[in-house]
């Protein structure tokens, strides 16, 4: 696949090749996107009729980049007497400026050649395409090229303007230039991504008319969410450069929801631009100590979207929150069930531990009444539909046999679940982690319902529950002869025995008997599972273990911060901190932004982290990894009003100095140094 180079403002974004140019493509969102949908599938520039080489881009930023480029074939010897900069910004569609350069000494033309098409192809089209069902058509208006896609009530549109003259046909634009000795000439490319609503009006008209979200705009945003996020001071540069880089994309994910106007986060770049039910409460908790104001839009988001009835289509039941939501043309005509979809069964248990965690650091115990009804049907969920063989565990099998996930778990790829010797088994399927998570449900909503909801008897009775689960769970999961937890239960109740970075879920939650603590940390940092850069997903001795396979061997950033959570837990201080630190030197290859998984090579061959070839980056819980560890590194823990400080920074990564963090407190300031080895 060619290296490709990514621009975006929330859910709008542009991928295209290292020229700037866009061509189809059937396997890898290449293209200008907006909510689900291509607006642009061809952007491609010549210069008298030649491709473009570039020679270098300028990609800092995450919304904007410039390419500077020239004609023919690159060489040894290059003597170009013109050559190409293109300058773009993306917002709610996107810019381009394209200025060529004469560099000889006398007047010279040129034609320069856009070509321009959109195949308004659904996300979902890309990898699996279809024959579109609408019709599209080109009109020429007003020195304008229009894009229109229509089906029934699904309408699209592509606007492109040029700010100077232009030759416009229904294959692109063309400009006729003359150009002076060592003079330039610039023209400005306006796209606008236009949607529009079932009765026909025009419900999101995207940049450049009205309502546009500007450069300028997207500056002050990310400014302010940077400037409000507490400062860090620290020693280790590889950290320094991962939390900068951290906030930066955390801010670039948000976008705002294409009919309510609020501001969520979209899950990850390409495939994920979307409101996640796992993927955003993860995050949510991430980055909670850091920017707690992100937090509510998708607290309310999630339980407006909550499910009300059965609907076997889309997964859902009463109670159960939401896993993914889509826009597109396949959700809207049914074709896909994520209109919304809630095929997961973890997000409903992990919707009430972000509830209980926000008030924990904030105080605000407003959203938590407001939120009370939604809690009671998640945590009814926990123990009705979710529990589908009423054996007291949380279950998953979809009921959309046609194009329902099958693994409705955080390892949702069709293998990411076996036994060790690499056999799948069937389904209903009990997840380790499901149960760490509505253990910890149970204990958080029995605290929301003792101190804000009035309900005392309730809150009893939640902690009845929580404890017949961790007893029975400690008892049915443990596999005796190895030490740890399997990683499922199959239908019969016959332990799915595969060793696998899940366990440290479990550390997390809080599932795990305190006797048992120490040989789940043992291997978790064993070397089965810890490659040196991080916890794989699979240990490398187990039957579908792939260092490349999408869950079945790979180092996820997300994973690793909640395996240290909760080493950090149970006490496990020390390899805790050494999870931090393998994260943050990893970070350091990919220019602080850890991406959604990397290959699990040790580290010992490889002396870099591998790229997983598909990885998406930026990707939400991935960026929310850098504060987490920070947060466990400097020990930090809300207690009633107060923000307990207790770090324990490995040896090495020197001086971390954490200012202004917010909470229910006001802003307090953490220190924390390095350990020496044996100083515990």
Not at 2 to 31: A, H, Y
Not at 323 to 332: D, K, V
Request: a negative charge.
């Amino acid at each position: 696949m060619k290296e490709l180079v990514s621009i975006l403002d929330g859910n709008t974004f542009l991928v295209s090749d290292r020229g700037g140019d866009v061509e189809p493509s059937l396997d890898f969102p290449t293209g200008l996107f907006a909510f689900d949908t291509r607006f642009l599938s061809t952007w491609l520039l010549l210069l008298d009729g030649e491709r473009l080489q570039p020679l270098s881009v300028d990609d800092d930023e995450t919304y904007r980049t410039r390419y500077f480029l020239v004609p023919g074939e690159p060489s040894h010897f290059l003597d170009t007497k013109v050559s190409i900069i293109r300058s773009r910004a993306i917002g709610d569609g996107f810019d381009e400026e394209l200025t060529v350069l004469n560099h000889s000494g006398q007047e010279m033309t040129f034609t320069v050649r856009l070509e321009i098409a959109a195949d308004f192809a659904d996300l979902f089209e890309i990898k699996d395409v279809q024959p579109k069902q609408g019709s599209r058509t080109v009109k020429i208006e007003d020195g304008a090229l229009r894009l229109t896609y229509r089906r029934e009530a699904f309408h699209r549109e592509t606007l492109v303007r040029s700010s100077t003259p232009v030759e416009v046909d229904n294959g692109g634009m063309t400009f006729s230039i003359r150009i002076e000795p060592h003079g330039e000439w610039t023209t400005r490319l306006k796209i606008s991504t236009v949607i529009y609503g079932a009765r026909g009006e025009e419900i999101r008209n995207r940049l450049p008319l009205a309502g546009s979200r500007s450069t300028a705009a997207i500056q002050a945003e990310r400014a302010e969410i940077i400037a409000d996020a507490p400062k860090l001071n620290c020693s280790s540069e590889p950290m320094a450069v991962a939390y900068r880089r951290s906030l930066e994309d955390l801010a670039s994910l948000r976008y705002e929801s294409i009919t309510l106007g609020v501001r969520l986060m979209a899950a990850g770049l390409p495939w994920f631009m979307t409101l996640f039910g796992r993927d955003s409460i993860i995050t949510s908790l991430q980055v909670l100590p850091f920017l707690p104001d992100i937090v509510p839009p998708t607290l309310m988001m999630l339980a407006g979207l909550q499910g009300y009835r059965v609907d076997d289509f889309r997964d859902e039941e009463p109670g159960k929150i939401l896993h993914e939501l889509r826009y597109g043309e396949t959700s809207g005509f049914e074709e896909q069930p994520h209109s919304p979809y809630y095929g997961s069964a973890d997000s409903t248990a992990l919707f009430v531990i972000l509830l209980d965690e926000y008030e924990r650091w904030t105080g605000d115990s407003g959203l938590i009444k407001e939120l009370e009804y939604p809690t009671r049907l998640a945590l009814d969920w926990i123990d009705t539909y979710g529990d589908l063989l009423g054996t007291g565990y949380l279950w998953y099998e979809t009921r959309n046999s046609r194009n329902g996930l099958e693994n409705q778990c955080w390892k949702d790829s069709w293998d990411g679940i076996s036994y060790s010797d690499g056999r799948l088994p069937g389904f209903p399927r009990a997840t380790c982690e499901l149960q760490g998570y509505a253990y910890d449900a149970k204990r958080r909503g029995a605290r929301l319902a003792r101190l804000f909801f009035n309900d005392p008897q309730y809150a009893d009775q939640l902690e009845r529950e929580a404890a017949a689960l961790k007893e029975r769970f400690n008892r049915d999961f443990w596999l005796p002869d190895r030490e740890y937890y399997a990683l499922a239960l199959d239908r019969d109740g016959t332990p799915v025995d595969a060793l696998s970075s899940n366990i440290g879920h479990l550390l997390w939650s809080g599932i795990v008997d305190e006797s048992r603590a120490g040989r789940i940390a043992e291997h978790l940092l064993g070397p089965r599972l810890f490659s040196g850069w991080g916890v794989r997903t699979l240990a490398d001795d187990q039957g579908r273990y792939n260092p490349i396979g999408y869950h079945v061997g790979t180092v996820w950033p997300f994973d690793n911060s909640l395996i240290a959570w909760g080493l950090w837990r149970y006490g496990f201080r020390e390899e805790a901190a050494q999870i931090c630190e393998s994260m943050l030197a990893a970070s350091h290859y990919f220019n602080g932004r850890l991406p959604e998984a990397f290959a699990g090579y040790e580290r010992d061959l490889t002396d870099f982290p591998v790229q997983y070839p598909t990885a998406c980056s930026p990707q939400a819980w991935s960026a929310g990894t850098p504060l987490l560890l920070l947060r466990i590194l400097l020990g930090l823990e809300p207690e009633d009003e107060h923000l307990i400080i207790d770090p324990y920074v490995p040896q090495g990564m020197g001086r971390v100095e954490l200012l202004d963090i917010p909470g229910r407190w006001g802003r307090v300031d953490a220190l924390g140094r390095s350990h020496g080895r044996d100083d515990r």
